[in-house]
């Protein structure tokens, strides 16, 4: 079984994050390991039945969501945390944020996932490396239209940070990288170091 990404459209009026409306999409994603499945974010709040879907196109439940990860706490990402812990109340919440039930570190293994700490975008950041060839990034970079581009400056708490962060994620042969925001992108070291060189 591969990581299934579940994405939702958003829309923004102008004046709520800044002079402009904004329309993008949130992702997240159910990643299965021998004994279930992780879900990395939870979406705006009101996703949990798209997250359902998701499961039950899979084969799978709630009871199968052993873990639940946050790559950080913006509402986009953990907006539906409350009516996914109903769901899987059996599930740890894991992550660097008040939100979390259980903290991550640099290098801590999780199930069949290895935590990188990627802060920048937030203080408390991390991303995921799935095996050896998929790296989920949270909001540490995006794509849109096949190109990688940083998470927008207002929303990022600390842009040296984040670029440190990027440099890190670059170091890494990934095979995949998958994002907050945005469409995999495959082979992304040629992609990552273009976003460096600018």
Do not use: Y
């Amino acid at each position: 079984m591969e990581i299934v990404s579940v994405a939702f459209d958003v829309h923004l009026p102008a004046g709520v994050a800044g002079p402009a409306a904004m329309n993008f999409d949130v992702r997240c994603f159910l990643i299965p390991h021998a004994d279930g499945l992780s879900l990395l974010d939870t979406g705006v709040a009101g996703s949990a039945a798209a997250i359902g879907t998701a499961l039950t196109r899979l084969g799978a439940t709630w009871d199968d969501v052993s873990d639940i990860v946050l790559s950080h706490d913006h509402p986009d990402h953990v907006g539906s945390l409350d009516e996914v812990i109903a769901l899987a109340p059996h599930a740890a919440v894991w992550g660097n944020s008040p939100l979390s039930t259980q903290s991550l570190a640099d290098g801590d293994s999780l199930r069949n996932l290895r935590v990188l700490s990627t802060p920048g975008h937030t203080a408390g950041h991390v991303s995921l490396l799935h095996g050896e060839g998929t790296l989920l990034v949270g909001d540490l970079v995006g794509s849109h239209n096949g190109q990688l581009q940083r998470a927008p400056a207002p929303f990022t708490a600390d842009p040296s940070q984040a670029e440190e962060s990027i440099r890190k994620i670059a170091r890494i042969n990934a095979l995949h990288m998958l994002f907050g925001h945005g469409a995999e992108i495959d082979q992304p070291q040629t992609a990552l170091q273009e976003l460096l060189d600018v």
